[in-house]
């Protein structure tokens, strides 16, 4: 029994190091070999829409947690993109659960997701406040503190939340940005009826820089 949990743990291993090496090497052909066909779909769509808009990612996975065929991971990517001109960096962690069979993936889940976009120049330190966990109909804070006051300019924020994620634009239009005193942005948001996940996407701007995240939070019963 030892010598098998540990001929999993290696295979777990091999196949994240495998997976993390072929993401940062941008074989992109090869990927597949690490999945079955129905999680290779869902997986080819969301990484192709991804790669369109940051096309210079890089990946780092690390093991959490195995439990027989499934695996949490610690996933960060990091980024740039421009956007009107102006050049943007991400950073992006996720909790995945994955399902293997027979050390290929056979399913995953994002089960926590926290991703920060903001402008190269952006003298902005933000602390991000909120739980990762909400039940079913509560209310909930969430709260971005500007940790510094960067002077006494008034900043500009919104917070939405996303019905899907094309609806994730640094846009006026779909935020709502209100000025206000440079501090923060809190707001008390409404969890679903339903158990799943709530995306929310709050944006912070400034004179010298802004600030964009989303934050997915799961609802539970």
């Known amino acids: 029994m030892i010598n098998s949990a540990l001929s999993k743990n290696i295979d777990h291993q091999f196949l994240i190091n495998r997976l993390e090496g072929l993401l940062n090497q941008r074989k992109d052909n090869s990927l597949k070999e690490l999945f079955l066909q129905q999680s290779f ?50 950073y992006t962690k996720q909790i995945v ?46 709260n971005l503190i500007i940790e510094n006051p ?19 634009k640094i846009s006026n239009h779909i935020f709502g940005i209100k000025p206000n005193q440079s501090g923060g942005l809190f707001k008390f948001i409404q969890a679903p009826l339903k158990p799943g996940y709530q995306n929310i996407s709050a944006i912070i701007t400034h004179p010298k820089g802004i600030y964009v995240i989303t934050k997915k939070i799961k609802v539970a019963l």
């Not at 940051?54 to 439990?67: T, V």
């Not at 056979?106 to 966990?133: A, R, T």
């Not at 960067?150 to 994730?168: F, P, Q, R």
């Open 97 to 142: 659960e994955v399902e293997t069979y027979k050390n290929k993936i056979k399913g995953y889940e994002v089960i926590d997701e926290e991703s920060i976009l903001n402008s190269k120049e952006s003298p902005l330190i933000i602390k991000i406040v909120s739980p990762n966990k909400v039940l079913t109909g509560e209310k909930y804070e969430m």
């Open 41 to 90: 779909n869902q997986f080819n769509k969301q990484y192709l829409a991804f790669l369109n808009k940051y096309k210079d990612a890089k990946w780092s996975i690390q093991p959490i947690r195995n439990i027989q065929n499934k695996s949490l991971l610690d996933i960060k990517i990091i980024s740039k993109r421009e956007i009107d001109n102006q050049i943007y960096n991400l």
């Open 150 to 168: 960067l002077d006494n300019y008034l900043t500009a924020s919104g917070m939405i939340v996303l019905k899907n994620e094309d609806n994730n």
